[in-house]
């Protein structure tokens, strides 16, 4: 399937999700991850993310997005054979609602290709995907998914097994955005 390029979705003053453009739910089921899940309106977005790290990333975006007004965030939303690089973009319009748009910026070969499944729990043989730069981590390094798989920690003919969250320097990223703003 032909992946739109982009979409967008709109939230109230409560974070419930009141509109989705057109395009959404192809796009979601083109991307893997939670960065973009299916979206039901009426609920709140916060039902939509299932692991807290990444719940508490995104909830620190739309904190900020609201004091400063509009606020950008780059990521990584790989599918199994691209590396996909990503633009969130969310913004405070004039009625209180929030409009949070996803672009695609550009793709590249993932070569070889890594194929990922949501482990349902944290548990050994599952390792860590950050969120928001899709690395993976094997023992204290966050590594490209290339590189892990080129350099045999990704097995071969079954998928990898992750659990999302995000990775300290996506973390500190954000916390560096907070101290500016609050500078
Ligand atoms: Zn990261």
């Not at 319009?93 to 748009?101: F, G, N, P, Q």
């Not at 101290?179 to 500078?183: F, H, I, T």
């Given at each position: 399937?032909?992946?739109?390029?982009?979409n967008?979705?709109?939230?109230?003053?409560?974070?419930?999700?009141?509109?989705?453009?057109?395009?959404?739910?192809?796009?979601?089921e083109?991307?893997?991850?939670?960065?973009?899940?299916?979206?039901?309106?009426?609920?709140?977005?916060?039902?939509?993310?299932?692991?807290?790290?990444?719940?508490r990333?995104?909830?620190?975006?739309?904190?900020?997005?609201?004091?400063?007004?509009?606020?950008?965030?780059?990521?990584?939303?790989?599918?199994?054979?691209?590396?996909?690089?990503?633009?969130?973009?969310?913004?405070?319009?004039?009625?209180?609602?929030?409009?949070?748009?996803?672009?695609?910026?550009?793709?590249?070969?993932?070569?070889?290709?890594?194929?990922?499944?949501?482990?349902?729990?944290?548990?050994?043989?599952?390792?860590?995907?950050?969120?928001c730069?899709?690395?993976?981590?094997?023992?204290?390094?966050?590594?490209?998914?290339?590189?892990?798989?080129?350099?045999?920690?990704?097995?071969?003919?079954?998928?990898?097994?992750?659990?999302?969250?995000?990775?300290?320097?996506?973390?500190?990223?954000?916390?560096?955005?907070d101290?500016?703003?609050?500078?």
């Open positions: 399937m032909d992946c739109p390029t982009q967008a979705y709109w939230l109230d003053q409560q974070d419930r999700i009141v509109e989705v453009s057109a395009e959404w739910d192809a796009f979601a083109a991307n893997e991850g939670l960065c973009v899940a299916a979206l039901v309106k009426g609920q709140s977005l916060w039902d939509h993310i299932a692991d807290s790290p990444t719940l990333w995104m909830e620190a975006l739309v904190a900020q997005a609201r004091l400063a007004g509009e606020l950008t965030q780059e990521y990584r939303c790989d599918s199994p054979n691209r590396k996909r690089f990503m633009r969130m973009s969310i913004r405070c319009l004039s009625d209180d609602r929030l409009e949070v748009r996803h672009e695609l910026l550009r793709e590249e070969v993932l070569d070889p290709p890594v194929v990922v499944e949501p482990a349902t729990t944290d548990y050994e043989g599952s390792v860590h995907r950050c969120s730069c899709n690395r993976l981590q094997f023992s204290n390094a966050w590594l490209e998914p290339d590189y892990a798989a080129s350099e045999g920690f990704v097995p071969a003919g079954h998928p990898l097994m992750i659990v999302y969250t995000v990775c300290p320097a996506c973390t500190t990223a954000l916390d560096s955005v101290s500016l703003k609050l500078a």
